[in-house]
């Protein structure tokens, strides 16, 4: 008979940015032991709360399932005498095994026959294996942070203060340190705080309603998201759609209570991402907007507890949020009292690394390096470029993004505006630092596209330039993403450059900075980074990997150049030429690998059918060259495939490799030249 199994882990408030990952762990971790322990179940979910982590195993069985074990021992030419006796390295493996000689069996393995011990362990009770199960899931939890609590030596997130276990209606003892567990349960810590006995897991969940907790998170994330929607559609407006927030308060309560606040219109005039910067990262509150998508003065809170007394707890949050939005008020009116231009000087007294000097230092960089790159591209002015670059880091000095560093390039755009800067390079300074984040807007400007490369190709040149480099999970410097951003606004604008030129005119701006490795060394180093960052984006886009590792083994400079040719040798790939194609490149190829020389002595040749592969040979060689020139790829495959009739007349008619050097050298060129045309589009001794 199959019986549920019910844990929960009762601790004090864990932090809200642990809880999906520990539950997903809890999960996985309950799948992979009870898997290993062979003990079948038919479900396993995982719930919780700030103050209890849930285990419920649907269907578990009652008993392990039989196990054939099976351990190799020593060779039997080492365990057996010639006489075919036993000696004592048959008998020791026997007796550690707990069988009978007569026991061991003989296996054949790759070739050589080993002793082998077949034992069949029966399966226990469930019942019986549970603690050790339930304590190894315990344990094999993990967190970014964990403490331990008075003398003991458990770490965990937070203290455990209870813990229940129960399999149908069965208490199921594990103890933790001071902890042991029964079959009891809290409830919510004020408004239902005493303990509570379980008899059965179909009750739990009806009992602990009972006692305001919600304990199925996504349960409790409709909960707060319909109720927000009903509150801001009361106050006039709709809620803010914000996945991470409405993540963070499901894990920061256990029964939920949504209501509005309201604070005065005088505060909107600061700009609206100061205010929902101040709700969402300091209060944990829904901005309200109205239907045009302004700002309205209204915000919408989640209380953990009932509606009682939601008065006295609105105007205690109203309280404290006007306390924020005065400080943003009274730095909004400090930082426009004067030009954004007037922060500039003051970047020289910020450390920007103490190896590539301060924030100012970084700034002529970017001049430079921005003109130089809108010049390449041929995108936007010199004029805009440079005065963007002056601009861009100015706002870190003000009071505004001191206190919220969020809103960095946010300011900078307003203060820019402010100060009647060109709207271009207003726009450039928010957009320099795009894309931020996985799923970001990228660049939408000429000016803040340049310099969103310039900020990028910097800091990843730099960061290479004095040895430091993702390694693992490591990337303090987040130049993976930085790589990635690279990658996705050259693609987005299809701009066509020569990127390793940018990235030695960036690695050429390091003036009075001690490099770890030369121009050449680096601008390898980072496009072989960057190329593998492209390489990941292709396939998460449904290219073949073949075909990717094919073109990426050219070890081109050009983004979206390694973009066409990847499409183009993807849809020929399917095409009906495909096939001509390969047979041209692998025939030629796989005799001409070891052939350095191209060099065709058309005297030397003998047999028609190879003069008649050479002259088409010269024709092709004069329109491929103007095709490869146009990057017309798919052309370029067509021609080459063209070869095939005489390409297989002359493998009919003749032997390539001949005792007449001179004749063999000739047809080798030829062939090694057909082989060198292909591998002008990718290296197709990738393809599978």
């Known amino acids: 008979m ?38 079948g179940f038919a479900q396993v979910n995982s719930m919780g709360t700030p103050r209890r982590l849930v285990l419920h195993v649907e269907g578990l069985e009652e008993k392990q399932q039989d196990a054939v074990i099976e351990n190799r021992g020593p060779k039997k030419a080492s365990a057996f005498d010639q006489e075919g006796n036993p000696n004592k390295a048959a008998q020791g493996f026997a007796r550690g095994q707990g069988i009978n000689v007569a026991d061991l069996e003989i296996r054949d393995v790759d070739g050589i026959e080993y002793i082998f011990a077949v034992k069949k362990e029966l399966g226990g009770a469930t019942v019986e294996v549970l603690p050790e199960i339930l304590l190894d899931i ?51 810590r004020f408004l239902a705080p005493e303990n509570f006995a379980v ?12 006692r305001y907790v919600i304990v199925d998170q996504q349960t409790r994330k409709n909960m707060i998201w319909e109720q927000v929607q009903a509150v801001a559609r009361q106050a006039g407006g709709q809620a803010m759609e914000n996945d991470d927030l409405l993540e963070e308060v499901t894990f920061l309560l256990e029964y939920p209570t949504a209501f509005v606040g309201s604070f005065s219109s005088s505060y909107l005039d600061v700009p609206p991402e100061v205010l929902t910067t101040s709700m969402i990262e300091h209060q944990r509150y829904f901005p309200v907007f109205d239907d045009q998508g302004k700002l309205l003065n209204a915000f919408i809170g989640v209380r953990n507890g009932t509606d009682a007394s939601l008065d006295i707890v609105r105007a205690g949050n109203e309280r404290v949020l006007k306390a924020r939005l005065e400080d943003a008020l009274f ?38 390096l921005a003109v130089f790159i809108g010049r390449e591209t041929r995108l936007s002015s010199p004029e805009k470029l440079e005065r963007t670059a002056l601009l861009c880091k ?61 900020e990028k190709i910097d800091n990843l040149t730099a960061c290479f330039a004095i040895g430091i480099r993702p390694t693992g999970s490591q990337d303090p410097y987040a ?85 066409d040719r990847v499409r183009v040798v993807q849809e020929f790939k399917a095409s009906n030429r495909y096939e001509d194609f390969m047979v041209v490149f692998n025939r030629s190829h796989n005799l001409s690998k070891k052939w350095d020389s191209t060099v065709v002595v058309s ?37 080459l495939a063209d070869l095939r009739p005489d390409l297989d007349q002359f493998f009919t008619a003749v032997m390539v490799m001949v005792e007449d050097e001179n004749l063999k050298a000739a047809r080798l060129g030829i062939l090694k030249t057909i082989a060198g045309l292909c591998g002008q589009v990718a290296d197709f001794t990738k393809i599978i």
Not at 199 to 210: D, S, T
């Open 2 to 39: 199959k019986r549920d199994l019910l844990l929960e882990i009762g601790v004090e408030e864990m932090p809200s940015a642990f809880m999906a990952v520990a539950l997903a762990d809890l999960k996985k971790l309950a799948e992979q032991k009870f898997t290993a322990s062979r003990v």
């Open 138 to 188: 315990i344990h094999s939890l993990s967190f970014p942070k964990s403490m331990r609590w008075a003398y003991y030596q458990t770490r965990f997130a937070r203290p455990i203060r209870w813990l229940l276990a129960l399999y149908g209606d069965q208490t199921v003892t594990v103890q933790i340190e001071n902890v042991q567990s029964s079959n009891e349960s809290y409830g919510h």
């Open 199 to 210: 008899n059965n897991i179909e009750e739990y969940f009806a009992q602990l309603r009972q």
């Open 331 to 368: 730095f909004w009116k400090e930082d426009t009292a004067k030009a954004l231009v007037d922060f500039v000087p003051g970047l020289q007294k910020v450390m920007f690394h103490e190896r590539l000097g301060s924030i100012m230092d970084k700034v002529e960089r970017l001049q430079k």
């Open 394 to 454: 100015a706002d870190l000095l003000s009071n505004m993004v001191y206190e919220f560093p969020e809103l960095q390039g946010i300011m900078g755009r307003y203060y820019a505006l402010k100060s009647k800067e060109d709207e271009e390079v207003a726009e450039a300074i928010l957009e320099h630092y795009m894309p931020r984040f996985a799923g970001d807007n990228l660049p939408a400007s000429e000016t803040g596209t340049i310099l969103a490369l310039t």
């Open 479 to 563: 130049l993976r993403r930085q790589a990635l951003g690279v990658v996705n606004i050259l693609t987005d604008m299809n701009i066509k450059t020569d990127l390793s030129r940018i990235i030695t005119a960036a690695y050429n701006g390091l003036v009075n900075v001690k490099t770890e490795g030369d121009v050449q060394q680096i601008t390898d180093e980072l496009m072989d980074f960057i190329r593998q960052r492209q390489r990941g984006i292709l396939l998460d886009k449904g290219f073949a990997f073949d075909v990717v590792d094919a073109v990426m083994n050219l070890a081109l400079t050009d983004i979206n150049d390694i973009l």
């Open 603 to 639: 005297e030397n040749l003998e047999d028609e059918s190879e003069k008649i592969l050479y002259q088409h040979l010269l024709q092709v060689q004069q329109t491929t060259e103007k095709s490869l020139a146009a990057k017309d790829y798919q052309q370029t495959l067509h021609i």
